[in-house]
């Protein structure tokens, strides 16, 4: 029996955060990075999203009301990956970032894509990043992809807004 793939079209749908504030992670979210609330349910969660999807994030306290942040050497969610569609839209947010003083835990060319970095109020790792054109990504000799990480140069990225 051939091993099974996903069909192409497949997408992650949407992540589910556990958060200690709700007010807080909303406002980083939506009020900071630009998300638009959908729905609350009750007072313990909110599902938000890009462009009236159902919801790209479920924000919720259910488990973690007033909770420390999960410790860094454990197993769990790395980050959540936010793909802007262009490098001008993943610009305006770095600049959106840097007006509110928000820190960046790191920016990288990763050769496919460009990602700026940052952890969100509750410490979940959060990426900001764009994918340049399939036909501009590195390939090895063998046709593989070649992904790297290499420093990402803000300024550069900032003058395309």
């Known amino acids: 029996m051939a091993p099974y793939s996903l069909p192409a079209q497949t997408r992650i749908g949407h992540v589910h955060l556990k958060v200690a504030d709700l007010k807080r992670a909303m406002a980083f979210y939506c009020d900071l990075l630009g998300f638009e609330l959908i729905t609350m349910y009750g007072d313990q969660a909110a599902f938000i999203s890009a462009g009236g999807y159902h919801h790209h994030i479920g924000l ?29 839209d993943l610009a305006v947010a770095l600049q959106r970032l840097l007006d509110a003083g928000y820190p960046l835990t790191g920016a990288s060319d990763h050769g496919v894509s460009e990602a700026i970095y ?7 790792g959060v990426e900001l990043y764009w994918d340049r054109p399939r036909d501009e990504w590195p390939l090895r ?15 550069e990225l900032l003058a395309t807004r």
């Open 118 to 124: 940052l952890n969100d109020p509750d410490q979940n």
């Open 60 to 88: 919720n306290t259910w488990y973690s009301k007033d909770a420390p942040p999960a410790p860094v050497r454990a197993a769990g969610l790395f980050h959540t990956a936010i793909l802007y569609p262009t490098r001008r």
């Open 141 to 155: 000799p063998d046709g593989s992809i070649e992904m790297y990480t290499r420093p990402l140069n803000l300024n």
